[in-house]
C-alpha cells in the first residue's frame, strides 16, 4: 500500500523528534551494552596482568558460569526475590490499597501520601534506615517491635536475609503498584458494578468476576515493568546484606557487582550480564504473549 | 565545502594541542578527611619546591568503593598523578596491571631514604624487585589486653608462648571474669580487616608461614591455613570470642569501642593506633590511663616465637601512565618526609617508617607511640604476591562462614581456596 | 470516584472501616522506618538504633551545612539531577510522541528493546561507559585548548564528559529515557488524535502542533515521566562516584559517603542530617507531581 506523500512526511518527522532520545540511547546504553557483550569473551579485568594485556578467551567465560554454583544460586535468589517481592508483595499491597483508597475515606490523601514515601526515598537512605530497623539483634527496631507483643526476636539479616530483603523490597514498591493499579481501577466503568450489584452479587464475586478480568491488562503490564525493575534492584539490597551471609541475598545485579568490582574480573562480570538480560529477554517474551497487550 | 573547511579547522587544532605548554598540575587522590589534613603541609611544601600547583582531590567513598573507582580511572588511563592505596593487598595486583610507576632509582638515590627502617624498604619491594610504593607509613599490630582486668582476676599477663597457651589463656579469662578472652577480626563485613588484622597475624606463626611460593603462586592448601582456621573455630565454638557483632554492620564498634573499655572484652589484635583512637584520647569512650591499663602481647607461633606483624599504611604510588612521571615521583619522595611521617602518625596513628622520627620533636609527643617506632624493625611480614586482594576477600567468606558455624577449619580452608581458584583460575594456586 | 451506592449503608460502613483498618496497618509499615532518621538527625548524641535524644539539637545540621559543604552538595545534586529531568521531559515528550503516532514496523520491537534493557544494571555498563566518556572528553579538550588556553579546566568543569556536570547529566537523563519514553508513548496513546489533525488540517507545521496543541495537553504525562526520571537520577550513587573527581562537583549521595570516612566510628547526627536533606527534595517532588500521576497512567492503560 502505497503512502501519501504527506503521510510519509509526518513520519519522517517523528523520526527526527526521535532522534536525539534514539542517538542518547545508542552513545550511553546500547554501545556499553554491546561493548559488555565483546567483554564477555575476553578475560579483561581491572587490575593484575589481564588488566595489561587482555586476551580473547572464546566462550571460557560462559562454559565457566554454566559450571558455577554461585550463577546458579544467584539466579535462584533472584527468581524467588522478583516472585516475593513484585510479582506477590507489591503487588498484593499495592492492589489492596488502590482498592481501600477507592472509597470516600477522611484521610485519603494522608493514606496515599503516607504510602508514596518509601519510593521517595533514595536507594541509600532507605538501606540506612532498613539497616536501623533490623540489623543489631535486640537494639533493632523491628526486635523490639516483635518483643513488646511478647514475641522472639532475632538477628534477621542473618537468619531470614533473603525474606528480609522481600519486605524490604515489597515495601520499596508499593507506590509504583499502587499507582498503576488505581489507574487501572479508574477505567472500569461504574455502571457494570451497579448492575452487578442488582443481581445482588457480593462485593467477592465482583472482585472476581468485574475486577480482576477488565484489570488483566494493567496488571500484566504492571507485571512487566516491574519484573524487569526489580531484576535490576542492586543499591538497596547491597547496602543491606552485601550479597550476604554466604550468598543467601546474591541477587544477579549483585553478582555481577562483585564480580566486576570486587574481583575485578570484568569479562566475567558482563558474561553474566549478558545471560541476565538474556533471561529477562525471555520473561519479557512470555508476558507479552502471555498479555497480548495492545501497545 | 562547508564540511572541508570544518575538518581542516579540527586538524590544526588538534595539531595545536601537542605544541600547547600548560601550566603544570599534579592531581593527588586521597582517601578520607584525615589524610587529607594530614597532607595539608606537605602539599605546600610540593608547591613550593617543585613550583608546581597540586590539585587534591578527595575520593568519598569506604575503601572498596575507592579502590573501584580508582581501578576504573587507571584502567582507562585517566587516573591522578599520584594517589594513597587503603591497602598494601592491592599493589601486586596493580603493578601487574602497569598502573605504577617504579620508582625504584628515585628511592634509593634518595637520601631521605637511607634512615627507613629495613622492614619498611622490604615490604615496598614487589615480587619483580622493583619499588613501586613509598612506604613512609608503618601498621604495627599485635594483641592488646585488659591489664586491670586480668591482675584483678588473678590471670597471668605474661607473654603466651604458643596458641595452646594463648587459645588457653582466653578460656581462663572467660571462666574466671565471664568476659570474652580473644578477638580476631574475622567475616565478610569487616572487609580486608579479617585479613590485614587477623589471619595475617596466625599464619605468620603457623607451620606454612608464607602464602607465596618462589615462582609467584598462591600456597592456600597448606597445613598452616588450616590450622589457623583452627584457631577461630575454637574462639568461636567455645564462645571465647564476641560472634553475633561480627556478622552485622560496622563489625568494630561494639567489639572495639565497647566491649574491650567496659571490660566485657579482654585481648583482641589491634594496631599502634588504637591507643589514640580506639581507647586513647581521640576515641569517644577512652579508656584512662590507656597506656598503663592496656598492654601488648606479641602474637605466639603455633608452637613457638613472637610475632609483631608490619604492614604499609596506605602507601603512596606514581601513575605509570602521568603526563608528568618525574615530577610527580619527586612529590612522592616530598610525601616520604619525616614531616609528613610525623604529620600522619599524629592523625592516624600508624608508625613512621623512618627512623629520624624518633628525634622529632613533634612525634616525641605523641608518647604512645614512640615505644612502638622504636621496636618496629622486629616486624613480620607476608611476602606480597598479585592476587592478594583475592585472597583478603577469600579469608574474609570463609571466616564468615565460621562464624555462622556452617563449616569447620578444612570447609573454611576449601571456601578460601575454591575463591581465589574461581576468581583468578586454576593455575594461580599450587 | 467511590464504590459505595448510597443505601446498603450497613454493609458500606462495615467497608470503610475494614479500608480504614488495612489502610492503617500498610501505612504504618511504610512509615516506621522514617522514624529514626528523623529523630537521629536532631539527636546530639545519636546511634545507629531508635532511641530517644537525651538533647534535642540542630547541630547536625548546622554541621552539614557550616563544616561540610552541605549547600555545595545541594545545590550540585539539584542542578545535575534538575537538568537531568527537564532533558528527559523534553525528549521524552518529543520521543513519546512519535512512538505513539509512528506506524513503522520497528516500534515494538524497540519499545521492548528498551524496556528490558533496564535489566542490565549499571554496574554492568560503566566501565565500558567510561571509557566512551572519556573518549569525548579527551576530543572537546583537545578542540577546546588552543582556544580558550588556561581556561579551559574552568569551561571543562561545564561542559566535560568526565569530572563535568555535562556528562553525568546527558548520562543520568539517558538512564532514565526508556522508563520515561514509555510513559509518554502510554500517555499519548490515551490522547485523542482529532485535535493534532485538526491542527494538521489547519496547516499548523510540526512545531506548531507541539506547542499549540499536545504540550499543554501533556502536561500531566510529563509530570509524571518527569517525577520518575527525577526520582530515579536523584538516588543514582554509583554513577557520580565514578564520573565525578573534583571536590566542586560533589553531590550528596557522594557527601553521604563522606560520613562513613570518619575514623572508623559512623557519625550518624552528621548521616542522618544529611540523609534527611538528600530525602527532602524527593518527597516534594512527590508532592507536586502526585495529582498528576493516576490521570496519566489511566489514560495510558485505557488504550
Request: charged fraction near 15%.
Amino acid at each position: 500500500m502505497a503512502k501519501t506523500l504527506q503521510e510519509r512526511r509526518a513520519e519522517r518527522q517523528l523520526m527526527i523528534v526521535l532522534l536525539p532520545s534514539l542517538l542518547l540511547l545508542l552513545a550511553f546504553v546500547i554501545y556499553p551494552a554491546i561493548y559488555s557483550v565483546y567483554l564477555s569473551f575476553t578475560n579483561e579485568a581491572l587490575t593484575g596482568a589481564a588488566a595489561r594485556a587482555p586476551r580473547f578467551v572464546g566462550w571460557r567465560n560462559y562454559t565457566r558460569l554454566f559450571n558455577d554454583a554461585k550463577f546458579w544460586n544467584a539466579l535462584f535468589v533472584t527468581f524467588v526475590f522478583v516472585l516475593g517481592s513484585a510479582i506477590i508483595g507489591q503487588f498484593v499491597l499495592g492492589l489492596v490499597s488502590a482498592i481501600a483508597l477507592r472509597r470516600r475515606l477522611v484521610f485519603r490523601t494522608l493514606f496515599s501520601s503516607i504510602i508514596l514515601l518509601p519510593n521517595a526515598a533514595p536507594e541509600v537512605v532507605a538501606g540506612f534506615m532498613w539497616i536501623s530497623m533490623l540489623a543489631g539483634g535486640d537494639h533493632a527496631t523491628l526486635s523490639r517491635i516483635v518483643s513488646f507483643f511478647g514475641l522472639p526476636t532475632a538477628d534477621w539479616l542473618q537468619v531470614f536475609p533473603l525474606a528480609m530483603i522481600i519486605v524490604v523490597n515489597t515495601w520499596r514498591g508499593i507506590a509504583t503498584a499502587m499507582i498503576l493499579l488505581t489507574a487501572g481501577l479508574s477505567t472500569i466503568p461504574q455502571e457494570i458494578y451497579e448492575a452487578a450489584r442488582m443481581d445482588g452479587a457480593t462485593p467477592a464475586q465482583m472482585f472476581r468476576r468485574i475486577t480482576l478480568p477488565l484489570m488483566m491488562p494493567t496488571i500484566l503490564l504492571y507485571m512487566l515493568i516491574s519484573t524487569v525493575s526489580t531484576i535490576a534492584v542492586f543499591g538497596l539490597v547491597y547496602a543491606l546484606t552485601r550479597g550476604g551471609p554466604g550468598g543467601a541475598t546474591e541477587l544477579i545485579s549483585i553478582y555481577i557487582y562483585n564480580q566486576s568490582f570486587t574481583a575485578y574480573q570484568l569479562g566475567y562480570g558482563a558474561a553474566v550480564a549478558v545471560i541476565a538480560l538474556l533471561v529477562s529477554l525471555m520473561l519479557g517474551i512470555a508476558y507479552v504473549r502471555a498479555a497480548k497487550v495492545e501497545i | 565545502m562547508k564540511k572541508t573547511v570544518f575538518g581542516g579547522l579540527c586538524a590544526i587544532l588538534l595539531g595545536c594541542t601537542s605544541t600547547f605548554v600548560q601550566a603544570e598540575t599534579l592531581r593527588l587522590a586521597n582517601h578520607g578527611q584525615a589524610g587529607i589534613d594530614a597532607m595539608k603541609s606537605t602539599v605546600e611544601r610540593i608547591e613550593k619546591k617543585l613550583g608546581v600547583k597540586v590539585e587534591v582531590v578527595e575520593y568519598p567513598a569506604p575503601d572498596k568503593d575507592y579502590l573501584s573507582k580508582l581501578l576504573t580511572e587507571l584502567g582507562a588511563g585517566n587516573g591522578p598523578d599520584l594517589f594513597s592505596m587503603p591497602s598494601t593487598a592491592a599493589v601486586a595486583d596493580m603493578v601487574d596491571a602497569g598502573y605504577l610507576a617504579p620508582i625504584t632509582t628515585e628511592i634509593n638515590a634518595w637520601d631521605g631514604y637511607k634512615n627507613f627502617y629495613d622492614v619498611a624498604k622490604k615490604l615496598a619491594v614487589s615480587p619483580d624487585g622493583e619499588t613501586y610504593v613509598m612506604p613512609y607509613m608503618l601498621g604495627i599490630q599485635e594483641i592488646y589486653y585488659r591489664k586491670d582486668v586480668l591482675e584483678k582476676a588473678g590471670i597471668s599477663t605474661g607473654q603466651p608462648k604458643t596458641w595452646d597457651d594463648l587459645i588457653a589463656r582466653a578460656e581462663e579469662i572467660k571462666t574466671k571474669t565471664g568476659a570474652y578472652g580473644l578477638l580476631f577480626p574475622a567475616g565478610v563485613s569487616w572487609g580486608s580487616g579479617a585479613f590485614d588484622e587477623g589471619f595475617q597475624h596466625l599464619i605468620v606463626g603457623s607451620k606454612t608461614p608464607q602464602i607465596v611460593t618462589d615462582d609467584g603462586k598462591l600456597d592456600l592448601n597448606g597445613e598452616g591455613v588450616k590450622d589457623v582456621f583452627n584457631v577461630y573455630k575454637t574462639l568461636i565454638d567455645k564462645d571465647l570470642m564476641p560472634v553475633q557483632p561480627l556478622l552485622g554492620p560496622e563489625p568494630w564498634v561494639i567489639p572495639k569501642y565497647e566491649l574491650f573499655p567496659a571490660g566485657k572484652l579482654v585481648a583482641t589484635t589491634c594496631g599502634s593506633w588504637c591507643y589514640i583512637f580506639d581507647w586513647g584520647r581521640e576515641s569517644k569512650n577512652p579508656i584512662p590511663d590507656v597506656t598503663k591499663v592496656v598492654g601488648t602481647w606479641t602474637v605466639p607461633g603455633q608452637t613457638g616465637g613472637q610475632f609483631v606483624l608490619a604492614n604499609l599504611a596506605a602507601p603512596w604510588a606514581v601513575n605509570a601512565k602521568s603526563a608528568n612521571v618525574e615530577l610527580a615521583k619527586k612529590a612522592l619522595l616530598e610525601i616520604g618526609s619525616v614531616e609528613t611521617q610525623v604529620s600522619y602518625a599524629a592523625r592516624i596513628g600508624n608508625i613512621p617508617a623512618s627512623k629520624d622520627a624518633a628525634s622529632d620533636p613533634e612525634f616525641q609527643k605523641l608518647t604512645e607511640l614512640v615505644p612502638i617506632h622504636a621496636a618496629a624493625e622486629k616486624g613480620t611480614f607476608l611476602k606480597q604476591a598479585a592476587g592478594f586482594g583475592t585472597v583478603a576477600e577469600g579469608v574474609a567468606r570463609a571466616t564468615d562462614a565460621l562464624l555462622r558455624k556452617e563449616v569447620d577449619a578444612a570447609g573454611a580452608q576449601k571456601i578460601l581456596v575454591d575463591y581465589v581458584k574461581e576468581t583468578l583460575g586454576d593455575d594461580a594456586v599450587k | 470516584m467511590s464504590v459505595a451506592p448510597p443505601g446498603e449503608s450497613a454493609n458500606c460502613v462495615r467497608g470503610d472501616l475494614m479500608a480504614y483498618a488495612t489502610l492503617s496497618l500498610i501505612s504504618i509499615f511504610c512509615a516506621i522506618p522514617f522514624f529514626w532518621l528523623l529523630i537521629a538527625s536532631f539527636d546530639g548524641n545519636a546511634q545507629l538504633f531508635l532511641r530517644w535524644p537525651e538533647t534535642w539539637t540542630f547541630a547536625n545540621y548546622l554541621r552539614v551545612f557550616a563544616k561540610e559543604d552541605g549547600a555545595k552538595w545541594l545545590f550540585n545534586s539539584l542542578f545535575v539531577v534538575g537538568s537531568a529531568t527537564f532533558l528527559v521531559m523534553v525528549l521524552s515528550g518529543l520521543g513519546g510522541y512519535a512512538l505513539s503516532r509512528t506506524r513503522a514496523w520497528w516500534k515494538l520491537p524497540f519499545l521492548y528493546a528498551i524496556l528490558l534493557i533496564r535489566v542490565l544494571p549499571s554496574t554492568a555498563l560503566v566501565v565500558p561507559l567510561y571509557k566512551f566518556l572519556l573518549t569525548l572528553n579527551n576530543a572537546e579538550g583537545a578542540l577546546l585548548r588552543p582556544i580558550f588556553g588556561s581556561a579551559t579546566r574552568d569551561i571543562m568543569r561545564w561542559t566535560g564528559f568526565i569530572d563535568g556536570y555535562l556528562g553525568l547529566i546527558l548520562v543520568l537523563a539517558t538512564m532514565q529515557l526508556p522508563l520515561s519514553l514509555w510513559i509518554m508513548k502510554t500517555f499519548f496513546d490515551g490522547l485523542p488524535r482529532d485535535y493534532e489533525e485538526a491542527a494538521l488540517m489547519d496547516g499548523a507545521t510540526m512545531i506548531q502542533r507541539i506547542r499549540r496543541v499536545l504540550v499543554p495537553l501533556a502536561l500531566p504525562g510529563l509530570a509524571a515521566s518527569g517525577l520518575f526520571a527525577f526520582m530515579s537520577a536523584w538516588g543514582d550513587f554509583l554513577l557520580p562516584l565514578i564520573l565525578l573527581s573534583s571536590p566542586e562537583l560533589q553531590t550528596l549521595p557522594l557527601g553521604l559517603f563522606r560520613a562513613f570516612l570518619r575514623i572508623n566510628e559512623i557519625d550518624y547526627g552528621l548521616l542522618t542530617a544529611l540523609a534527611f536533606i538528600y530525602l527532602v527534595p524527593a518527597v516534594v517532588a512527590f508532592g507536586f507531581a502526585r495529582r498528576f500521576l493516576v490521570q496519566t497512567f489511566s489514560g495510558g492503560v485505557k488504550g
